[in-house]
């Protein structure tokens, strides 16, 4: 009789893997719109040997992963996805300062860093004090608000190849744009970030970071479970403008809603599924189109 073959979670341990491992990790409560089946295998490394573990078993094995941060642009499919998940957050997270330079690892909360930033006086990172994401997370997505960017505070990035080699990028090979980074396209972990800031008065940088939290808060439901923006500006407008004046504000499927005070934002009102989110976006993009011929294009990435 041939042996049974290991679970994902053995093998990968046998792999020399030191870090958590969750089999069938519900996925919702690890995401902020709180929608997901489980991952086949959840694993959240102890340090980077541990990355560097995980990528080659999955390469030598076939098997497909995914890196997760706080999950807060992402929509996960009610059926979960295979595979392994690798999540960073919470771990990798040192914050050092250095000078102008502050360095946070990939799983730094990304609203801990701008913390940070300000109390040491170095200015260049408030907008990212209500990103409710990691540092990975932010610099993969370029997280932004208004005219700031993640990318444009960033001096480098220290990044894991899929194939193991660690390298620093500096910033032009980063490719920042408008919500999109090289890490986007290319396979890998970001490990950590270096971000360039300038100095300040500590109280004046608070002053600027209480400022921009209070406009979030009046104007966006940053208390109701969501994924921030569902939908990339269009060139020359915005989509939460277009979509409230699509008449759209309030309209549900199932558990999902447009939010009545941000119409980009949709809310969880409780217990909705995948199925409710997608339904509603497929019905918020024919409005949209329909009325005023614009293509939303989704910011949320959909793990299925
Ligand atoms: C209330 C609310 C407000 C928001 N406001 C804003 C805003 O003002 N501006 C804005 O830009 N966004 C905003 N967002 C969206 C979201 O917070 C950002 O996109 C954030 O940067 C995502 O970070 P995360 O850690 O949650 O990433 P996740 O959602 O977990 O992942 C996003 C992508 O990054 C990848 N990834 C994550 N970590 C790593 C890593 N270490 N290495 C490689 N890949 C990785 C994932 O695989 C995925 O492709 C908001 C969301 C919410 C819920």
Redesign the pocket.
Known sequence: MSAPTPSLADSLRTAGFKGELRPHKLLAPC???QIGGPAELLAVPANVDDLVVALAWAASGSISW?????????LIHDRGVRGLVLR??KV?DEIKVHGRRLTAG??AS?PAVARTAAARGLAGLQ?AA????????????????HQFE?GNAIAAVDFLQSNGHRITMDHDQCKFTY?SSL??RTP????GATFQLEPGEPADIQAEVDEYTTA?KLN???DRP????VYLQPPGDFAGRLIDAAGLKGRRVGAMEVSRLHAN?FINTGGATCADALALMDQVEQEVARQFGVELVR?V?FWQ
């Open positions: 995401t902020t719109w995914r890196l997760l941060g706080n999950g807060s642009n992402l960073v957050r990798l990939a799983g990304f907008f209500g990103i409710p994401g990691t540092v990975g997370g932010a610099v993969v997505m370029n997280a932004g608000w993640t919500r890490f986007q890998g972990v970001v490990l979030r966006q439901p940053v969501s994924c921030g923006s934002f910011e990435e």
